[in-house]
DNA sequence: TCAAAACAATGAAAATACTCATAGTCGAGG
DNA sequence: CCTCGACTATGAGTATTTTCATTGTTTTGA
């Protein structure tokens, strides 16, 4: 269970992580909102601590904004005193629970368990294996959707279809011929250059408007999806 | 167990949010009638809390409309000193406990753990199961019966059967083979446009006539039941 | 190293498929 | 025999898929 605390006040910050360390979670720390946005949106976390009041990015717009792209990763959310209204608030931008500082950690982990408890139960648990993270790329194979850092990017069928193909394997080369059998069948008469089109319409969608090369050729072999490091290079 | 409190003095909420959690109860507060309703169709609580003098809707009528849709749920009312007939018109309406203002929080807790124990010991645990919300959409597959904002919508078997798939993977989309699959079996010849024809039925009598647009196309991939923030957009 | 050959990318246009509303057929049951 | 639910047919509007001609890029071997 790895669980993400998005808190400035380090000192706040380390006391939560220790708590929950000490019950046996893993913990990462965000001190920075738009950082914190990056990772929540790179890696899958089993419950995310937010704080309100952050730099870069206030709680409310990261709980927002993310909710976009992710359902089911429940959070809690870290209020200011007597800030009423802002529970009502972080409710309706899809919070799962809040806490009001000042509290007791013993209050943080007991809130935290029935969060995970209710989420592995959810059906939504089965949903985990439909989403797909790479680089700063999300696709829901539930909902058919793909995002670009939480900005949705629309895609015909077909072009989902390879992109899908490319993500589940990432990094491996998949020729023409293995993208035509599995989206076409076997019956389809590849005379044309069909898939150099659809990679091209990926590519303006995906790539261009972003200045990025995600979908990579490997000439003679075929197509494959790269999210290493310098993978705009 | 996730607890919704609705009463409108904050004071008053705070002190039994504060009681119930630290029971490890999880709570959620509605200081506004109506928006308490509008909750209580869109998600399970396991018991529910209710004032009676309430802003924008009273506790009675939220229980007796409540009470169309969903008759497990345990309610119980706050009633103010003395009002002795408040009780009797509570239990009428549905209610399944009350107390009277002013009272001790372990008296609270006492009633509120016994009520929890006896719906969970009830046979109508199993009926959640069977009911499910989305939206002001509540759909009671025990009676095969549809509700919106406790107002009921008649459907025909087949309109219900898609209804029903979309609604249990709300979110997800459904393509026509796999309605086809489910509802009329793999024996039926989909050489016309049956579905469309139905999920037209439906968006006449659930949609069109709220001004809303929670079943929704997904061009080239199926359909699915939307409700977002902005669903009706 | 350079040119030819093979391979890949691109833009535009034609062909096709999809969705949806309306209208109509058919058969079972009151 | 009339109504209602299940299903079929059709056509307009829209979106997607495919083709083709052209341009650009990479590889190869003399």
């Known amino acids: 269970m790895k669980i993400l605390i998005v808190e400035d006040d380090s000192i706040l910050s380390s006391n939560i992580a220790d708590a929950l360390q000490s019950e046996g979670y893993s913990v990462v720390k965000a001190f920075d909102g738009l950082l914190a946005e990056k990772m929540m949106l790179k890696e899958n976390y089993d419950c995310i601590i ?44 899809g919070a799962d629970d809040y806490l009001t500082k000042p509290f007791y950690m013993r209050e943080l982990i007991i809130r935290v368990n029935s969060l995970l408890k209710r989420s592995s139960k959810n059906p939504g648990d089965a949903k ?38 490319l993500i589940k394997n990432k990094g491996e080369i998949i020729s023409k011929s293995q993208l035509i059998e599995e989206i076409w069948g076997s019956s389809f008469t590849a005379n ?3 898939i150099e089109v659809y990679i091209n319409f990926l590519r303006n969608k995906l790539d261009k408007p972003f200045g990025s090369h995600y979908i990579k050729t490997k000439v003679g072999y075929g197509y494959y999806f790269d999210n290493s490091e310098n993978s705009n290079l």
């Open 128 to 165: 985990k294996d439909l989403i797909y993270k790479a680089g700063d790329i999300t696709l829901d194979d539930g909902k058919k959707k793909v995002f670009r850092n939480s900005e949705i990017i629309k895609l015909t069928p077909r072009e989902y279809q390879i992109l899908l193909k």
């Open 192 to 194: 044309t250059n069909t």
């Open 50 to 93: 937010l704080d309100i009041n952050l730099p870069g990015k206030t709680g409310f717009d990261i709980c927002r904004d993310f909710r976009k792209t992710d359902t089911f990763t429940p959070i809690l959310m870290l209020t200011a005193f007597g800030e009423l209204e802002d529970k009502v608030k972080g409710f309706d931008l």
